[in-house]
């Protein structure tokens, strides 16, 4: 397996890396490129955010398909936790599955 070191290189915004078979294979893709390879078989995607933004955010929660309303949610300052879900449904990924 490779490794890499810890480095403190200022990240601006957005860090990606493809890992497959316990190789990287791509650093620093654009983030629109995330949920295609997603889709690829044995891929392994790494996201490193630093200080997001809210149109990162947004835009992160667009490409990964999450509702919109609950990243909003989660991002608004002073915004308290929120539970609606029945009991007999479960969260994943910010969304409601029917249990």
Known sequence: MQTGSVTSDK???VRTRL???GRLE???FPLE???DHLQEEGALVWLDLCQPDHALLRN???ELAFDPHAVEDAISSGEATQSD???NSHLRDGIRDPA
């Open 19 to 21: 890992w497959r078979a």
């Open 33 to 35: 490129e995330i949920s």
């Open 85 to 87: 879900a029945p009991c």
């Open 11 to 13: 990240c601006d915004g």
């Open 26 to 28: 791509v650093e620093n």
């Open 60 to 62: 992160l929660a667009s």
